[in-house]
């Protein structure tokens, strides 16, 4: 079971640059979100989708955009890279309705901004 | 604003020496508290999910209970297997959005 899926793994970027964060999912969730995980912060969420064509700011979504033109895929894109972004991002999915259901996480893209 | 606080930051176990991990939150109509399990380099795992005060849940050595203004995470005889960092969410009354507290390192030691 492939579940939740991140592509790059890593990535390393100049100041300025642009660039895509992958995230697929097989599980036919409708729910998808990103998150970013700095030390002793926790988890923080970016951006969400509830659905396909639907998608929803966090709570730190500054320098950063969704589409969810499909019900798998929701890809992270930074429009212009700053050191603060330099982080570990998370993509989760879920179903929905009835009781509140658990996300499933990918492994991370570990990113460096330099 | 919701908000949810994790303690300590780091434990550290021998083998076998059972403990608590604390997970204290602020949250508008608690519709879900969640606890992951996270290993280097790897995504949070899902553990439990805790719906209303009183409410208890076990897998293996791991039971989780909760209150109305805090969850613990009970380890009884851990294992160095059980060595990682324990997340805490909760899911309030905006039901899209899940509030993660920073994490407790577990270190279990043989």
């Known amino acids: 079971n492939a579940g939740v899926t991140q592509t790059p793994k890593f990535q390393v970027l100049k100041t300025g640059q642009s660039m895509t964060l992958q995230c697929a999912q097989d599980?036919?969730?409708?729910?998808m979100s990103w998150y970013r995980q700095d030390p002793g912060m926790g988890l923080r969420l970016i951006h969400y989708?509830?659905?396909?064509?639907?998608?929803d700011q966090g709570e730190v979504p500054n320098g950063y955009n969704v589409s969810r033109s499909t019900t798998e895929d929701f890809p992270l894109r930074l429009l212009s890279a700053a050191p603060s972004q330099t982080s570990v991002y998370f993509c989760?999915?879920?179903?929905?309705?009835?009781?509140?259901?658990?996300?499933?996480f990918g492994d991370g893209t570990r990113l460096s901004i330099l | 604003e919701d908000q949810v606080t994790q303690s300590p930051e780091a434990l550290r176990l021998q083998e076998g020496e059972s403990s608590s991990l604390n997970c204290s939150y602020t949250?508008?109509?608690?519709?879900?508290l969640f606890w992951y399990r996270q290993d280097p380099g790897k995504g949070p795992e899902f553990l439990f999910t805790?719906?209303?005060a009183g409410e208890e849940k076990e897998k293996e050595r791991l039971k989780a209970t909760l209150t109305k203004k805090e969850s613990f995470l009970h380890i009884t005889a851990p294992k160095p297997e059980d060595s990682a960092t324990y997340l805490c969410?909760?899911?309030?009354?905006?039901?899209?959005?899940?509030?993660f507290g920073p994490g407790t390192s577990l270190s279990v030691i043989p």
């Open positions: 805790l719906y209303s």
């Open positions: 949250v508008s109509g608690l519709r879900g």
């Open positions: 989708s509830v659905g396909a064509g639907i998608t």
């Open positions: 969410a909760v899911q309030g009354a905006s039901y899209d959005k899940v509030i």
């Open positions: 599980m036919n969730h409708e729910y």
């Open positions: 989760a999915s879920r179903r929905t309705g009835g009781l509140n259901q658990p996300q499933h």
